[in-house]
């Protein structure tokens, strides 16, 4: 279940998947199969291709994208959540979530 967002911007990151660009959006996120993590860093992109290269870019296997029509996303969490934002600059999520 998803915490800490907004309807705002739920809605502009499924925009930005939807027209085939690559999106980022963290919130908090309780799951009993990750019990240490607090938040999760949904990537998504429209395009498969593109959202597959993107995992390999950075080191992670496209496999794990959850292809959910019409929102595919790969789920980030730990260390490289905190490695990918940084190096996307997404550093408003990073200080938000307290992930830095």
Known sequence: MAFGITRREMDSWKN???QGEIAFLTHYWLDPRFPDMRTVT???CSDLAKLSRWCLDNGLNPRYI???DPFPHFDLLGPKQRELLLKANKLDQLERFRLI
């Open 16 to 18: 930005t998947v939807a």
């Open 42 to 44: 949904k990537v998504g």
């Open 66 to 68: 959850h292809n959910r």
